[in-house]
């Protein structure tokens, strides 16, 4: 069953974060066979920061599936240079249509999982999910056998990036509650993006059938496992808030995210 949680949802305010240095892993879980899916549109100036670091990773295994769709500021020619130069380690999806997070993630998750994957992690491209964590949540995976490990801003020692604001920090906030009320889910951050799955998970999720589009797909992955009786982690994160670029979250997008959650209740309750 899934972990439960502890209420509530209010993310640390402490003035100083140090993300830690990667932890060291021992074998056999170094050389675990871990893909990193990572959607871009419009990452140009962030993409090679971003491969850079996972390169620099102890884990000889990891692979990068990046899916672009159609950045017009070249974001899929740069991730075509990367898989060049980091051939065998990097390969990228071009998708000719930007219909969506969700959409990005289904066609990147897939690839991983025809390419052998074990284990699949998710993350931003825009650097707001700090690269050292990513042994942490394996090693969290291996050891406490979870189907999936969440990086949460809100259990104990999660926190924010001290540039968010307070409207945004009450919106994160309010959503977070807003779902977890309606769908009666033991996660307290239900609209994180930065984790890792059992590629076992995710074939038991039906990822074709995914619905969601927009940052939605995170809600709806979390509450697919939840009710498959799927074993969910969390571990502390520092959310790191994007330097370059801009937030790709708009009104439609935030929409669908208010929408999905009772979509997802009657489509479950339906499910035999």
């Known amino acids: 069953m899934p972990s439960q949680p502890t209420p509530p949802d209010q993310p640390s305010s402490e003035p100083v974060h ?19 899916v990572v959607p871009t549109y419009d990452e140009a100036a962030n993409l090679p920061r971003l491969v850079a670091q996972l390169m620099a990773l102890d884990l000889p295994e990891l692979r990068v599936v990046v899916v672009d769709d159609n950045s017009p500021d070249g974001t899929g020619e740069i991730a075509d240079k990367l898989a060049v130069e980091h051939r065998g380690r990097i390969s990228v999806v071009h998708r000719t249509t930007k219909d969506g997070l969700g959409r990005a993630y289904v066609a990147g998750m897939t690839h991983a ?5 074990e284990f699949v992690v998710q993350m931003d491209a825009d650097l707001s999910h700090p690269v050292g964590y990513v042994p942490q949540l394996l090693g969290t995976l291996h050891s406490t056998n979870a189907d999936v490990v969440i ?22 906030g309010w959503a977070n509650t807003y779902v977890k009320t309606l769908l009666a889910m033991p996660v307290r951050d239900v609209t994180a993006g930065f984790k890792i799955w059992r590629s076992s998970a995710l074939r038991v999720l039906d990822l074709p059938g995914i619905e ?8 709806e992955m979390h509450y697919r496992a939840f009710r498959r009786g799927q074993k969910m982690m969390e571990i502390p994160i520092h959310f790191e808030d994007r330097v370059e670029g801009e937030s790709k979250l708009d009104a439609a997008v935030a929409l669908e995210a208010a929408l999905r959650p009772l979509r997802l209740r009657r489509a479950e309750q339906r499910r035999p």
């Open 113 to 117: 999982l025809d390419e052998g994957a």
């Open 151 to 172: 990086g949460s801003r809100y259990v104990p020692g999660g926190s924010l990036s001290e540039r968010w604001g307070l409207r945004r920090r009450l919106l994160s």
């Open 212 to 219: 969601s589009t927009g940052y939605a797909f995170q809600v």
């Open 18 to 36: 140090v993300t830690p240095s990667p932890v060291a892993l021992p074998a056999p879980w170094s050389g675990s066979r871990v893909t990193v």
